[in-house]
């Protein structure tokens, strides 16, 4: 029974902790934008919390893997599992990025960091290209062909996080090797959104898995990915020689992927009111998508100082905290019904 209810622990159990650490990145955001440290405490919690089953996830989930022999190779053999392995360099970036927000740059682990970013931007690579590798050799099952599959893109995206930090610090080759990476993954991670991302929308409009309908708020994060590489790349000024990015032009190209995620961010809206599902553990990927939504709202507001752009980061927000909460209901709903399968030998 034991071995039953460890089998259950795959990757994309790593939503849970990434959808929590998102929503400690609004609340730093909120008190950075009211002014209010009342807003920090909340932030602290969160990132306690979601760093906390991140690592207890982590855990479960490698014993699964090293103790249950007939299981070692069900990520390989699934493109959606695969792909929610992804989430781990995206989790060690923002963990990275909300720790140096709590705590400061401190200067004595600077090579630390550094070490970290190079480590994790490679698993994210890595991860990527055997994505790509299973893509065109695997036998693809209908159910495979879901948003999850841009996850692995969107990791090495992710990266910006840390670097940026990072950036501040280091000059010289350093630094230009940082943002010659940065600029790599954004590329990678653009041009195999459009691509990946593609058959992703196909297979959801073939298919219509019920199971798998969250991960469609995943392409809103892309684009608020996007915005966020743009905007902070910008502002690194010109690292490599002859190789840099205008404000007027980042500013115009983000607002033009702003309005395309409001008109994604709509389309889930709908489709979570009438026809969400309890009891799926794929809930769970409408939180970061909605942490990078609001992160890209509130860097464009404070490139445009539009004021509605700050109501509307704070309407993310709300809908942010209820998915949320709506997302432990659902897995309490999960774990019931596995136990209950369990109990009953089915």
Same mark, same amino acid.
Do not use: C
């Given at each position: 029974?034991?071995?039953?209810?460890?089998s259950i622990?795959?990757?994309?159990?790593?939503?849970?902790?990434?959808a929590t650490?998102?929503?400690?990145?609004?609340?730093?955001?909120?008190?950075?934008?009211?002014?209010?440290?009342?807003?920090?405490?909340?932030?602290?919690?969160?990132?306690?919390?979601?760093?906390?089953?991140?690592?207890?996830?982590?855990?479960?989930?490698?014993?699964?893997?090293?103790?249950?022999?007939?299981?070692?190779?069900?990520?390989?053999?699934?493109?959606?599992?695969?792909?929610?392995?992804?989430?781990?360099?995206?989790?060690?970036?923002?963990?990275?990025?909300?720790?140096?927000?709590?705590?400061?740059?401190?200067?004595?682990?600077?090579?630390?960091?550094?070490?970290?970013?190079?480590?994790?931007?490679?698993?994210?690579?890595?991860?990527?290209?055997?994505?790509?590798?299973?893509?065109?050799?695997?036998?693809?099952?209908?159910?495979?062909?879901?948003?999850?599959?841009?996850?692995?893109?969107?990791?090495?995206?992710?990266?910006?996080?840390?670097?940026?930090? #990072?950036? &501040? $610090?280091?000059?010289?080759?350093?630094? *230009?090797? !940082?943002? @010659?990476?940065?600029?790599?993954? /954004?590329? =990678?991670?653009?041009f195999l959104?459009?691509?990946?991302?593609?058959?992703?929308?196909?297979?959801?409009?073939?298919?219509?898995?019920?199971?798998?309908?969250?991960?469609?708020?995943?392409?809103?994060?892309?684009?608020?990915?996007?915005?966020?590489?743009?905007?902070?790349?910008?502002?690194?000024?010109?690292?490599?020689?002859?190789?840099?990015?205008?404000?007027?032009?980042?500013?115009?190209?983000?607002?033009?992927?702003?309005?395309?995620?409001?008109?994604?961010?709509?389309?889930?809206?709908?489709?979570?009111?009438?026809?969400?599902?309890?009891?799926?553990?794929?809930?769970?990927?409408?939180?970061?998508?909605?942490?990078?939504?609001?992160?890209?709202?509130?860097? #464009?507001? &404070? $490139?445009?100082?539009?004021?509605?752009? *700050?109501? !509307?980061? @704070?309407?993310?927000?709300?809908? /942010?905290? =209820?998915?949320?909460?709506?997302?432990?209901?659902?897995?309490?709903?999960?774990?019931?019904?596995?136990?209950?399968?369990?109990?009953?030998?089915?």
């Amino acid at each position: 029974m034991k071995t039953e209810k460890l089998s259950i622990f795959g990757s994309e159990w790593f939503g849970i902790p990434i959808a929590t650490l998102a929503l400690s990145q609004v609340f730093f955001l909120l008190e950075k934008t009211l002014k209010n440290n009342i807003y920090e405490y909340p932030g602290i919690i969160f990132f306690i919390i979601g760093l906390s089953l991140f690592i207890f996830i982590f855990i479960l989930w490698a014993v699964r893997a090293f103790t249950l022999h007939d299981k070692k190779y069900t990520h390989w053999n699934n493109l959606t599992r695969l792909s929610f392995t992804a989430l781990i360099p995206i989790i060690v970036f923002v963990v990275s990025h909300i720790l140096i927000g709590i705590t400061g740059f401190n200067r004595n682990y600077a090579y630390v960091y550094l070490y970290i970013y190079f480590v994790d931007y490679f698993i994210a690579l890595i991860i990527g290209i055997l994505l790509g590798y299973r893509l065109y050799t695997k036998e693809i099952g209908e159910n495979e062909i879901n948003y999850a599959i841009i996850i692995p893109p969107l990791s090495i995206g992710t990266s910006i996080f840390l670097a940026t930090p #990072l950036m &501040g $610090y280091f000059k010289g080759s350093i630094a *230009e090797t !940082i943002y @010659f990476l940065v600029l790599m993954g /954004l590329g =990678i991670f653009f041009f195999l959104y459009i691509f990946i991302g593609s058959i992703a929308l196909a297979g959801h409009v073939s298919h219509k898995s019920g199971d798998l309908l969250p991960t469609t708020m995943l392409p809103v994060g892309v684009s608020s990915l996007i915005i966020i590489n743009l905007l902070s790349i910008s502002s690194f000024g010109e690292i490599i020689p002859h190789i840099s990015l205008s404000i007027y032009t980042v500013g115009y190209i983000s607002i033009l992927l702003w309005g395309f995620e409001v008109w994604n961010f709509l389309v889930v809206s709908i489709i979570i009111l009438r026809k969400s599902r309890l009891g799926v553990l794929s809930v769970w990927a409408y939180g970061f998508p909605l942490g990078l939504f609001a992160t890209s709202t509130i860097k #464009l507001y &404070g $490139y445009t100082h539009f004021t509605v752009l *700050e109501y !509307i980061f @704070f309407a993310i927000a709300v809908a /942010l905290a =209820i998915l949320w909460t709506y997302a432990w209901l659902g897995t309490y709903v999960f774990l019931r019904r596995v136990l209950y399968k369990t109990k009953k030998g089915l």
